[in-house]
């Protein structure tokens, strides 16, 4: 019996923790807006799926740098942008982010070329050639839909 209050308070702490991380996270995604908006107001971009973020965080932040990395396959779909870097360092024309103090952030044009079908930039367009104007995700969906389409068609 006495092993479930632990086992709550445990679960409650780990809870906690992640939620505080994805506190953190929106705070990031606010600044990263900001700078979006501020590029697109310089034409630097247009959308937001034209843009690569370039984000990093020193010491004024303690331990964000670190949560950006763990969390990096997230950020992209976080931000709705095409391509996410975490920077091991300051400079690079990384500017300090005026709503969070510690992240730096730079936008960038994404690189590679625009996928027809989901609108991400991924240098990976055009290295499939039998689906040569869509990106590395969608050629594996679109293959996915044309085998399950011709198994169908061999069971009728
Ligand atoms: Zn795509």
Redesign the pocket.
């Known amino acids: 019996m006495a092993v479930f209050p632990d086992a709550e308070a445990l679960a409650c702490g780990i809870a906690a923790k992640d939620s505080e991380k994805w506190e953190r996270l929106a705070q990031v995604r606010a600044a990263v807006l900001v700078a979006l908006e501020q590029a697109r107001a310089a034409k630097a971009i247009g959308g937001g799926l034209e843009a690569k973020v370039r984000l990093h965080a020193n010491s004024k932040a303690p331990g964000l740098q670190e949560l950006l990395k763990e969390k990096l396959s997230l950020l992209p779909a976080l931000f709705i942008v095409s391509q996410v870097v975490v920077d091991p360092a300051e400079g690079n024309g990384l500017l300090p982010s005026e709503t969070l103090p510690g992240l730096a952030v730079k936008i960038e044009r994404a690189d590679g070329k625009k996928?027809?079908?989901?609108?991400?930039y991924?240098t990976h367009?055009g290295e499939n050639t039998r689906y040569p104007t869509?990106?590395?995700?969608?050629s594996e969906a679109l293959a996915e839909i044309e085998s399950d389409a011709t198994a169908g068609v061999a069971a009728t």
């Not at 869509?134 to 969608?138: K, L, N, S």
Request: proline fraction near 0%.
């Open positions: 996928c027809d079908r989901c609108w991400n991924s367009v869509v990106c590395e995700r969608c």
